[in-house]
């Protein structure tokens, strides 16, 4: 077990509606990587979260946003979901400077009906 | 920016046998190649890593090699056993300077046969 927790396991929303998706780092680590995973695809990375400030960004819109709070938990909003939304939505996080390790978590399936 | 192809998509192997995973990657500067292992329902776990400056790391019956001038980095798996059965992503960084940003590759769907 890496230690690093999210919740809700499943959520089911409808398209157009809001999302929020929380992350409890690994104890120690000050640095949070969210990551996008599509059914039978490797996981996209979506943000990274370090002292509280995005901290690099991938190929996503601004509907998808971030908060790291000073203990380290995390949040993923997503607005206005689109059915292509639905996937596996993992955290991951790591010790910034520490040899690159990142540990995931179990994630959080999001299905947009 | 980087990207990451992997092969083989799945891999069949009798229980006792090697396997191999390979995959090759874009931008040379990457310099941090890990490898996860993913079970049904459950998150990426990291099985064993390689950085820039090594070509070879080993930990039991688990061994990456690393190609930098060709690009491409393998997982060999000796003695498998049906617990290795799960989906295996390589990825590539730039490191922590970049956001720590892991592009993966697509996966490797490994099934040992017992």
């Known amino acids: 077990e890496t230690g690093v927790t999210q919740s809700p396991t499943h959520l089911i929303k409808t398209r157009g509606q809001q999302v929020t998706l929380r992350c409890s780092s690994q104890s120690g680590h000050n640095t949070v990587s969210w990551y996008q995973q599509a059914l039978g695809q490797g996981p996209q990375f979506i943000f990274q979260?370090?002292?509280?400030?995005?901290?690099g960004r991938g190929n996503f819109p601004p509907r998808f946003s971030g908060l790291q709070f000073p203990n380290y938990s995390s949040e993923l909003n997503v607005n206005a979901l689109e059915l292509d939304d639905s996937a596996l939505y993992l955290c991951?996080?790591?010790?910034?400077?520490?040899?690159?390790?990142?540990?995931f978590g179990p994630g959080t399936r999001l299905t947009v009906l | 920016g980087e990207n990451v192809e992997q092969h083989p998509s799945t891999l069949s192997v009798q229980e006792g046998d090697s396997a191999v995973i390979k995959c090759t990657y874009s931008?040379?500067?990457?310099?941090?190649f890990p490898w996860y292992k993913q079970e049904l329902g459950k998150g990426p776990q990291l099985i064993i890593d390689?950085?820039?400056?090594?070509g070879e790391k080993k930990d039991q019956r688990i061994a990456v090699t690393l190609n930098k001038t060709a690009k491409h980095f393998s997982l060999h798996i000796t003695e498998t056993q049906p617990e290795d059965s799960a989906v295996y992503f390589c990825?590539?960084?730039?490191?922590?300077?970049?956001?720590?940003?892991?592009?993966f590759g697509p996966g490797t769907r490994l099934s040992v046969l017992p």
């Open positions: 931008d040379s500067a990457s310099n941090y």
């Open positions: 990825a590539a960084s730039l490191g922590y300077n970049y956001g720590q940003n892991f592009v």
């Open positions: 390689i950085r820039s400056n090594v």
């Open positions: 991951a996080s790591s010790l910034a400077g520490r040899d690159n390790e990142q540990f």
């Open positions: 979260y370090y002292r509280e400030e995005e901290n």
